[in-house]
């Protein structure tokens, strides 16, 4: 009923930059916040960036003054800036929304909204050194 799809991975030389969008679509009453986040091989997935309703950002120390994290709530969507990748920026990337959403009951959308997360597919980004 809510779907995040991500868009703008790809390959980059190190000290390139690549952009990833994130589009919300379904129910959608509201959205508190949206993010990215990644997950490299063997490791634990990580937030690397989120932005909040009122447009206050955070970042992994990581990627602070290198990635840019905006987004546009009319349009439901959120987009990572990543200039100077390192090869240790590969990973897929998830976009992650935290949203108020209308759930279809099989014959019905319930009037009283309920808040959730969702995650998006994940989109591949590899960094070449």
């Known amino acids: 009923q809510v779907r995040l799809v991500e868009s703008g991975g790809g390959l980059a030389r190190a000290g390139g930059s690549l952009r990833l969008s994130c589009a919300a679509s379904?129910?959608?009453?509201?959205?508190?916040?949206m993010g990215w986040y990644r997950q490299a091989p063997g490791k634990q997935r990580e937030l690397v960036a989120s932005i909040v309703s009122s447009g206050m950002t955070n970042y992994a120390d990581s990627v602070k003054d290198l990635f840019t994290i905006s987004g546009d709530s009319a349009k439901k969507t959120v987009t990572l800036q990543m200039i100077s990748l390192k090869p240790e920026d590969t990973a897929v990337y998830y976009c992650?929304?935290?949203?108020?959403?209308?759930?279809?009951?099989?014959?019905?959308?319930?009037?009283?909204?309920?808040?959730?997360?969702?995650w998006g597919q994940g989109t591949q980004v590899t960094v070449s050194s």
């Open positions: 992650n929304a935290d949203v108020r959403y209308h759930e279809f009951t099989g014959t019905h959308f319930e009037l009283l909204p309920k808040q959730r997360n969702f």
């Open positions: 379904g129910s959608i009453s509201g959205i508190n916040a």
